[in-house]
């Protein structure tokens, strides 16, 4: 069974600071990897995907992405926070029996100005 | 450019009453999917319909029945609406199973009392 585990449940950054959102998976086939991000009191808005290829994933609002196969990560970075980056963000995995997606239980994202 | 529409958006049950949560999508998708999202534990998968006329269980279907009425639309019904069921449940469509892209609707928001 697939399982996406994020550390952090709560990640605080000054305005221009790197953000880090750490995501871990665990899949028995080859992942398709995604983050996707979510504003108060909206739906869920896919931000990159990692399918096959160039491990380096480029996404919207100047997020990236790198999938490690060695250490089954897909840690989201964003050189500089702007406070409209303030949101709940969700890693999640596909591909295995009925290539459900499978979502981590979500890191909140606070900009501090 | 309405993409995924749910109704209602808020609803307030009593203990055992019944409700169905209605959703649409316009963009000639195949595939659509209902989730629950609770606080610290991401998004949970309630059932899907990978095409027009299947259906088949999620993680959490325990309570809930669905019907895939067309290739728009897609339902969710309470039968008998209890107190673990307070949750926002989020509607979303992609163009095939298992590609992950997963377009969202904006959320329903269920209490029950």
């Known amino acids: 069974a697939q399982s996406v585990t994020q550390l952090g449940s709560h990640v605080s950054v000054s305005e221009g600071a790197l953000v880090l959102l750490r995501c871990n998976y665990s899949?028995?086939?080859?992942?398709?990897l995604f983050w996707y991000v979510q504003y108060p009191n909206q739906g869920l808005q896919l931000l990159l995907k990692y399918t096959t290829g160039a491990t380096l994933v480029k996404g919207i609002n100047g997020f990236e992405a790198e999938f490690k196969k060695s250490e089954t990560s897909f840690h989201l970075t964003k050189p500089s926070a702007h406070m409209s980056d303030a949101a709940e963000y969700f890693c999640?995995?596909?591909?295995?029996?009925?290539?459900?997606?499978?979502f981590g239980a979500g890191t909140i994202l606070r900009v501090k100005s | 450019n309405a993409g995924v529409t749910q109704t209602p958006k808020f609803q307030v049950l009593k203990t055992g009453q019944s409700m169905t949560l209605q959703c649409a999508q316009d963009?000639?998708?195949?595939?659509m999917y209902w989730y629950r999202q609770d606080p610290g534990m991401g998004l949970r998968l309630i059932y899907y319909?990978?095409?027009?006329?299947?259906?088949d269980k999620g993680e959490v279907p325990n309570g809930y029945n669905v019907s895939r009425l067309n290739k728009r639309e897609f339902s969710l019904r309470l039968e008998s609406a209890a107190p673990s069921q307070t949750s926002v449940y989020f509607c979303a469509s992609s163009a095939y199973p298992g590609t992950g892209e997963l377009f969202f609707g904006e959320g329903s928001r269920l209490t029950v009392l």
């Open positions: 319909s990978a095409s027009e006329g299947t259906t």
């Open positions: 899949s028995s086939v080859p992942p398709y």
């Open positions: 963009m000639n998708h195949n595939s």
């Open positions: 999640a995995v596909s591909g295995g029996e009925g290539n459900k997606l499978v």
